[in-house]
Nanobody
Framework: QVQLVESGGGLVQPGGSLRLSCVTSGSIFSIAAMGWYRQAPGKQRELVAGITSGGTTNYADSGKGRFTISRDNARNTVYLQMNSLKPEDTAVYYC?????????WGQGTQVTVSS
């Protein structure tokens, strides 16, 4: 059974930073493409950043230059470093794993950017 558990969300002031973590149980992590998505109230879930099993990354325009996705295969963990946060980054952030065995989502972690 595959489980994804996010952590690291919270309340931060504009301009601040947060690092989200997503730990994946099961045996798929090393071969899975991982991604961070977010969903703000009243909006659709959207891609924030993705990273392939080989380490190739991609970012939504909203996070380019501010967000960095990385993975540690030894720890079955994917990270999202978020800098220069803006109020519009406020959302629930979800981790996603895509492998040959299926598509998996975490439960989400709330990020609130407010003064």
């Amino acid at each position: 059974q595959v489980q994804l558990v996010e952590s690291g969300g919270g309340l931060v002031q504009p301009g601040g930073s947060l690092r989200l973590s997503c730990v994946t149980s099961g045996s798929i992590f090393s071969i899975a493409a991982m991604g961070w998505y977010r969903q703000a109230p009243g909006k659709q879930r959207e891609l924030v950043a993705g990273i392939t099993s080989g380490g190739t990354t991609n970012y939504a325009d909203s996070g380019k230059g501010r967000f960095t996705i990385s993975r540690d295969n030894a720890r079955n963990t994917v990270y999202l470093q978020m800098n220069s946060l803006k109020p519009e980054d406020t959302a629930v952030y979800y981790c996603r794993a895509l492998s040959a065995s299926g598509l998996y989502w975490g439960q989400g972690t709330q990020v609130t950017v407010s003064s």
